[in-house]
């Protein structure tokens, strides 16, 4: 079975270019996350979707980030404008059997480099 | 505000060791969770510990919810090279998840 699938793996741009992060869910996962892994600051949660409903967004760092889950096998997370302080890994997961136990399963990471 | 602790931060032994790596906060937490992760790669579940004063055994790891249900431990018995990478603790409080920041740990041959 696929597991979680993220794109791109690696994004290298510069300063103010909109970025835009996709992945794809476990299918029958109804809860979705979006992570930020850096060195200084550990894994992050920025928000996270129930059956595509955005639950809790109070992680997203400021206005300049927003994500969208228009179905249940696809979201997207979008900065715009881009800083060089948002170089980070962004992780996906999906999981299916509750929110706080439920396993989390992963995607490989997006490594975003912003010049 | 980091409300998962993990100690120690990094950690190097040899194989055969045995260690141990915690997972502490001041609040209480209704469930709590161990990932592994390796270089590259997502952070993978190892367990799931809901009552306090459980103990869970994996192989050669050993996972423990404290009674208060506000620290956790993992215990690793002779330690492998294939154990290396980065443990994660995850847990639910005041409605809200948490990550730790992590123990590296190194186990060289």
């Known amino acids: 079975d696929a597991g979680v699938i993220q794109s791109p793996r690696h994004e290298v741009t510069e300063m103010g270019q909109e970025v835009t992060l996709r992945c794809k869910p476990i299918s029958g996962h109804d809860y979705l996350f979006w992570y930020r892994q850096t060195m200084m600051r550990g894994l992050e949660l920025l928000i996270y979707f129930n059956n595509n409903v955005p639950i809790d967004d109070s992680g997203m760092p400021e206005d300049r980030f927003s994500a969208k889950m228009p179905n249940a096998s696809f979201s997207t997370l979008k900065i715009q404008p881009s800083e060089p302080r948002d170089s980070a890994v962004y992780f996906c997961?999906?999981?299916?059997?509750?929110?706080?136990?439920?396993?989390?399963?992963f995607g490989e990471g997006s490594r975003l480099t912003v010049l | 505000t980091q409300l998962l602790e993990q100690s120690p931060q990094f950690l190097s032994i040899q194989e055969g060791e045995n260690l141990t790596v915690y997972c502490n906060s001041s609040s209480v937490f209704s469930s709590l969770q161990w990932y592994r992760q390796e270089p590259g790669e997502g952070p993978v579940l190892l367990v799931t510990?809901?009552?306090?004063?459980e103990v869970k055994k994996l192989k050669r790891l050993t996972f423990q919810f404290g009674d208060a249900r506000k620290d956790s431990s993992l215990h690793i018995t002779a330690a492998q090279p294939g154990d290396t990478g980065l443990y994660l603790c995850?847990?639910?409080?005041?409605?809200?998840?948490?990550f730790g920041r992590g123990t590296q740990l190194t186990v060289w041959p």
């Open positions: 997961a999906s999981s299916f059997a509750g929110r706080d136990t439920g396993e989390l399963f």
């Open positions: 995850r847990g639910s409080t005041l409605g809200r998840l948490y």
């Open positions: 510990v809901v009552t306090g004063g």
